[in-house]
């Protein structure tokens, strides 16, 4: 019906290819997000040879991605949200793409598919040093990317750096991933994204903290040279400064019962929320009714307190990821979302990656106390594109090393074609 029926093996295998790096390597880019995913699901369509959706299913991350999606569409059942507008819930439809990413890894287009992923960040990288040194502008303008996702985006670089050089055993090879975690770390240090950098270096001690085992004597030892390190950054940082200020500003204005302000808009955003979730906490207030509860519910609640907000910004999320949750689907969103955390974790855990896995589940947790990260479109498909990566590599070198049936792995190479051959239960044929 789609007509691959007539591409030879090699023709084929070069358009799924194709579609693997154009995925992996244009996923920063706003304007080409549809036609990538749609070519992405396209080349899995026509490879008769990737991981079938019966063995897809068994995995507990996309048995957790499914069920997180259709509660969010069970929640339209309930909900009075119009049908114009943004619908940022349905971004958390973006999680789905692990799916048939991971279903066309194998070990011939892992090594295109790191390359792609590593070109595409140091793209954006030094995009966005660019905008910074050069231009004197916070985020990438030219990528649609504000100074929120290009924080981010520097953050998971300087973590997983951090992670990557605990695991090497090479020492040079360790030093180099140190530096890049500390120029990525002095980079965040010059957007104005508080939270996520706060994210970062929450991350970063729990990370060394669990690799290296420390006691709590050395653990304090040890905070005298990282504290150093990052007051060396913030003091050479105008950006950090400024937002002390604005910070001290905003919670002066406070004081005074005004909330037009970064943290001020923050802290009604989540009083607001957790009062919409008292009121109906098992289902939420149903699917996409958020804004609209918000914008409602400020005209009355604690007197009006909050009423001038939606002209001061209009309402487009709760800036966390559990209280958004929790107002659209209550207990049940929740409980999705937990899921969705422990599903995620175990995949790296049953490969043997749990540091890794410690390391992106504290990240999105921790980024996720100060905004919607799983809405941030690239980031949450960054995180799960390198797992799939990390899964497909950790199941290749299982089978190289011949224990099978361990890490759940489904594709073995013929010898003489080097054409990957779907197999059932990660068994050796």
Known sequence: MLGHQHLIPHQREMLIRVALVSFAAGLWFSVLYSFLIIFLVLAWLIDDRAATFSQLIAEPLVQAIFALCAI??????????????????????????????????????????????????????????????VENRQGIPAFNMSYLTFSAMLGVGCVLACCFACFCRNTIVRLCLAVCTLVLLYLQ???????????????????????????????????????????????????????????????????????????????????VGLYGIAQKPLLGQGTGMPEQFFDQTVVYYKQGLYRDLPAFQKTSHYHNDWIEIGMQLGALGLGSFLFLLWAWFQTFKKNGLTLPGICVISFIVLSGLTETFLIFGRLPVLLLVLTAIAVCWRREALDNSGVTGVAGGWVKSKPDSGIEETIKGGKNG
């Open 189 to 271: 240090f010059h957007q104005s994204a508080r939270g996520f950098l706060l994210a970062t270096l929450l991350t970063l001690m729990i990370v060394l903290t669990v690799h290296f085992r420390i006691a709590l004597r050395m653990l304090a030892a040890a905070v005298v040279p990282i504290l150093l390190v990052i007051l060396l950054f913030a003091y050479t940082s105008p950006v950090i400064q400024e937002r002390l200020d604005q910070a001290e500003a905003d919670i002066t204005r406070m004081q005074q019962g005004y909330f037009n302000s970064s943290i001020g808009y923050r802290i009604a955003l989540w009083d």
């Open 72 to 133: 969010l569409l069970l929640g339209l059942l309930w909900s009075e949200a119009p049908l114009e507008g943004r619908h940022k819930w349905t971004k958390y439809f973006l999680l789905l793409i692990y799916v048939p990413f991971l279903a066309l890894l194998n070990r011939q287009r892992l090594p295109w598919v790191i390359g792609a992923v590593f070109a595409g960040y140091c793209l954006v990288l030094f995009t966005g040093l660019y905008e910074w040194r």
